[in-house]
Nanobody
Framework: VQLQASGGGLVQAGGSLRLSCAAS????????LGWFRQAPGKEREFVAA???????YYTDSVKGRFTISRDNAKNMVYLQMNSLKPEDTAVYYC?????????????????WGQGTQVTVSS
């Protein structure tokens, strides 16, 4: 599976962005998918994940503001980000895992997109 993330940009605090991740390869619907982010000087961290059945998981800091979704027919996964805060500034990565559950652990993901920059100004 190859992943290509897009949709990042510069937005003011309180604004919204929608990240997209296009996947190539077969059996996309069998993968569990996640979004991670890495802020300057910090380690990459889990943001959200979605199972092949559509069950979603979020880190506490984005609950109620971010929504992960997937479209298996289009081989796409999305991250809708609302009420953005300056602390959401980071490079955002989409990832796919062959595990039977959508992990929150970076090392359990097998495939990664190239990252897209999100910058939230105050």
């Amino acid at each position: 599976v190859q992943l290509q993330a897009s949709g990042g940009g510069l937005v003011q605090a309180g604004g919204s962005l929608r990240l997209s991740c296009a996947a190539s390869g077969r059996a996309f619907s069998n993968y569990n998918l996640g979004w991670f982010r890495q802020a300057p000087g910090k380690e990459r961290e889990f943001v959200a994940a979605i199972s092949w059945l559509g069950t979603t998981y979020y880190t506490d800091s984005v609950k109620g503001r971010f929504t992960i979704s997937r479209d298996n027919a289009k081989n796409m996964v999305y991250l809708q980000m609302n009420s953005l805060k300056p602390e959401d500034t980071a490079v955002y990565y989409c990832a796919a895992t062959r595990l039977r559950y959508p992990s929150r652990i970076e090392n359990e993901y097998d495939y990664w997109g190239q990252g897209t920059q999100v910058t939230v100004s105050s």
